[in-house]
């Protein structure tokens, strides 16, 4: 059974603070990863995607990736109130056919 | 990345009956994706719809209940038959232009049978 796995939260952060995501997964084989965000009552929007190991910067937002691990994570730097939301981490079989979306991990940034 | 159209946006149906559900995308896609979300949980995959064969459905979901069309490559459409309580969920369409550049998601529809 094929699994991403993340806290499932909450984790609160004080506005401005970093806040650190993590999920693992099972399927060694994966090999692309990928973040969405997913407001209450809204579909998950893609964030942020990552296929080799090492870190993948965007903005404000920081994605790691260590396959040997099978651990990625995001960080989210100078993390605002509009950044409260479930993140949820997917991986791409290692068949490139499907994806594994994990629970996902509410994040709540306290002004 | 494509843009994908989805209604309807929500809908309250009695038991017994059924809702189709459509997905328009606006380009060309060769994969689509039908999940189920319920409160406070994580993505559900139903079945993935590839135009020109039949959908391929996950453990725990039959065609009968969830039938679904993919008449071309870019629209799909989920049926949710004889629906009862259990079935009140948002249900999400979603489509990639290539696996390796992630999912696109519809907006979702927010069902509630009574």
């Known amino acids: 059974q094929k699994e991403v796995e993340q806290n499932s939260g909450p984790l609160s952060v004080p506005e401005g603070a970093i806040a650190s995501l993590n999920c693992t997964y099972s399927d060694r084989g994966s090999q692309s990863f990928f973040w969405y965000r997913q407001y209450s009552g809204k579909s998950p929007e893609l964030i942020m995607s990552i296929y080799s190991n090492g870190d993948k910067e965007d903005g404000r937002f920081t994605a790691q990736l260590n396959k040997a691990s099978q651990y990625v994570s995001l960080l989210i730097r100078d993390s605002q109130p509009s950044d409260s939301a479930t993140y949820l981490c997917a991986a791409l079989d290692n068949y490139g056919q499907n994806f594994v979306f994990g629970p996902g991990t509410r994040l709540s940034v306290l002004p | 990345s494509a843009v994908i159209s989805q209604k309807p946006s929500r809908d309250i149906c009695q038991r017994g009956t059924s809702l189709t559900i459509q997905c328009q995308v606006d380009?060309?896609?060769?994969?689509m994706f039908w999940y189920r979300q319920q409160p406070g949980q994580s993505l559900t995959l139903i079945a993935t719809a590839n135009q020109g064969s039949e959908a391929t459905y996950e453990s725990g979901f039959v065609i009968d209940k969830f039938p679904i069309s993919r008449p071309n490559l870019t629209f799909s459409t989920l049926t949710v038959s004889n629906m009862s309580p259990e079935d009140s969920s948002i249900y999400l369409c979603?489509?990639?232009?290539?696996?390796?550049?992630?999912?696109?998601f519809g907006s979702g529809t927010r069902l509630t049978v009574v």
């Open positions: 979603s489509a990639t232009t290539g696996v390796r550049y992630g999912y696109t």
């Open positions: 380009s060309q896609v060769t994969m």
